[in-house]
Structure formats: structure tokens, C-alpha cells
């Protein structure tokens, strides 16, 4: 049979002595209590032995009352019981100002979720003197790039998001120096030396390999020439790349010499550009070259430094102008 107590005015209290016990009970692991209004605790400690727990309040505050800047024990948050493993918590920490996931024996423990969202905000990952692994993952830089058979193929453009590790980095360089053609290599930052490759493929003229040093350009490489400054070669010939006086000089430095191992032919007919058949005084030493023969019976001139241009004789000639003269 129910038993109401009914106080209709001021306060109800019960009270036993100090340090005494007062029990509600309803029997052993059944039974309810409810409190209709709010319940207040002062004690120190508040112990709840239930198997489920149910908080309709959708914010749980703790440390509550601080009125320190901060907390004043420097941490608050959740303890979780392991049994004869170490406790772990997760708690808000004033030395790294933010939360942390550690167990009982101040080690760092994991934390398993499919993402974090920064909210726009830059996202650090601060690893001190350490590093920012993805281990135990198996083989994870196959999931950045395309393999085959465990051997880098390609880039797929459906992960350009993805942070690729170590290994994923090294293979795809080795992918990229043994696949991948560079137009462009180089040093310098003010004045940069480089090679530069423009094939006809992609520049509609002709295929050039451009080697410049300090920005100026100092050889080009073509399918049929290789031009060095004001030099060209192309096949067997050598000339200079200027259509103008420009000399070609070859030159032995010291005591050297300059020496032709084979016959010497010089065309009568002049290189392009070439105003005249009939070269103009040096102005220093002697020019030779070829006209029409006359009376010397050669058709080998020279013009040199001290205005003189004739014919050199030959030997038939000189012994009968000998013989004249």
C-alpha cells in the first residue's frame, strides 16, 4: 500500500548524524527514485553504479565555477577505467591549449575518426622533432599514384588531393627521370644558366637543344648544325654565323703552328655573302686566293698589307721569265 508525506508549507528535511547514511531503498537492483525538481550534490564525491546512463542536457560542464584565467589544475575532462590496463583520458590541456587523448601513463594514445574539419581555418600538424606518418598503412603510396605490379605507371587525376608519403615522392620522381622528358634545366636565380630543349612537335620550327650561360646564349644544337657565339658547323663545314666581315680564325696559341694534314682546296667562287671575287688589302700580313691564271699560269693571287696584289708563278713560268729577264 502507497504512503504519501505531504508538507504543504515551508521545508521537509531529514537528518541523521553526522557522517551518517541515508538510504532510499527500493530493493536490490530494482525500483526507482525520481526527484521532480533539481537535485544538488555538495558533497566531494558523487558516485553513480548504473549499467546505462542517460543525460538529456546536450552540454556537460566541468571544472565548473572556475573563475581563474584557465583552469586552474591546468587540465579537465574524461577518465575511462581499463581494468589492469592503463586508464585513459580525454582532457583539455592548458600546456598545448587544446585536447589531448593520453592514458594513464602520460602516453599519447590514438584517435580513430575519417575526418577533420579545420572550418576554413589553416589545419597544422605539429609533430615537434618528429614525423607525420601513415604506417601501418600497406603499400599507401599506391593508392596516390597508379601502379602496376608494384611499379609506378603514371599520375591518376582523381587523387590530386591526396598527400602522398616517402616512398610514393621516390618512386615517382624515378617514374618522371626515366618517362618524362624536361624541357629545361638550369641554375642561377639574376643570371641563370641552362639548357633548353624546344622540339618542332610543339614549336612548328626547327627542333633546337639552346645551351646559354649567365642568360647568353652560347651554342645551339640543330638536326644539321651545331652553332657555337659567331662559329657554325654543318656536316664538315665550319663558318661563321654572321653574313658580314667577320673573320674565321684558327690559331695555335704559343709556339704551336697550324697544320693540314691533307691537301689544301680553295674554290675560286667566294662564300655567300661574298661581295666580290676580288678580296680587299689586309691589314696586316697576306690574303691568298684563286681568279682566273694569267701570266703567272696559277691563278693563285695574294693581296697583302702593303698593297701589292699579284699572281703567283709556277715553276715552268719562273724559270722562263728567268730565262727572259
Do not use: C
Amino acid at each position: 500500500m502507497s504512503k504519501y508525506l505531504n508538507v504543504p508549507n515551508g521545508n521537509y528535511k531529514v537528518s541523521v548524524q553526522t557522517g551518517g547514511t541515508i538510504y532510499l531503498d527500493t530493493g536490490f537492483d530494482t525500483g526507482t527514485v525520481e526527484i521532480s525538481g533539481n537535485l544538488l550534490v555538495k558533497g566531494e564525491t558523487t558516485t553513480v553504479n548504473t549499467a546505462e546512463l542517460n543525460i538529456e542536457d546536450n552540454i556537460i560542464t566541468l571544472n565548473s565555477g572556475e573563475t581563474g584565467a584557465g583552469i586552474t589544475l591546468n587540465e579537465a575532462g574524461l577518465k575511462i577505467e581499463r581494468g589492469s590496463l592503463p586508464d585513459t583520458f580525454f582532457k583539455y590541456d592548458e600546456d598545448v591549449s587544446g585536447f589531448i587523448a593520453i592514458d594513464g601513463a602520460s602516453q599519447l594514445i590514438s584517435l580513430a575518426t575519417n575526418e577533420i574539419d579545420s572550418r576554413s581555418q589553416n589545419l597544422t600538424l605539429n609533430a615537434g622533432t618528429s614525423t607525420v606518418n601513415v604506417s601501418p598503412t600497406v603499400d599507401y603510396e599506391q593508392k596516390v599514384f597508379t601502379y602496376a605490379a608494384g611499379t609506378l605507371t603514371g599520375y591518376n587525376p582523381a587523387k590530386a588531393d591526396v598527400i602522398p608519403n616517402t616512398q610514393a615522392v621516390v618512386d615517382y620522381v624515378a617514374f618522371n627521370f626515366a618517362n618524362v622528358f624536361l624541357r629545361q634545366i638550369g641554375d642561377g636565380t639574376l643570371s641563370v644558366s641552362s639548357i633548353e630543349i624546344d622540339d618542332f612537335e610543339n614549336t612548328g620550327v626547327d627542333s633546337v637543344i639552346t645551351f646559354k650561360i649567365d642568360g647568353t646564349t652560347i651554342s645551339q644544337a640543330f638536326a644539321d648544325r651545331w652553332e657555337f657565339d659567331k662559329l657554325k658547323i654543318i656536316g664538315t663545314t665550319i663558318e661563321t654565323t654572321s653574313i658580314g666581315s667577320d673573320d674565321l680564325v684558327l690559331r695555335a696559341n704559343g709556339t704551336g703552328s697550324i697544320r693540314i694534314d691533307d691537301m689544301l682546296h680553295i674554290n675560286s667562287v667566294p662564300s655567300n655573302g661574298d661581295p666580290t671575287l676580288i678580296p680587299a688589302f689586309p691589314g696586316n700580313g697576306i690574303k691568298l686566293y684563286i681568279s682566273d691564271q694569267y701570266t703567272g699560269k696559277t691563278g693563285i693571287y695574294f693581296a697583302n698589307a702593303e698593297q701589292n696584289r699579284d699572281e703567283l708563278v709556277s715553276k715552268n713560268r719562273a724559270l722562263l721569265f728567268g730565262m727572259l729577264f
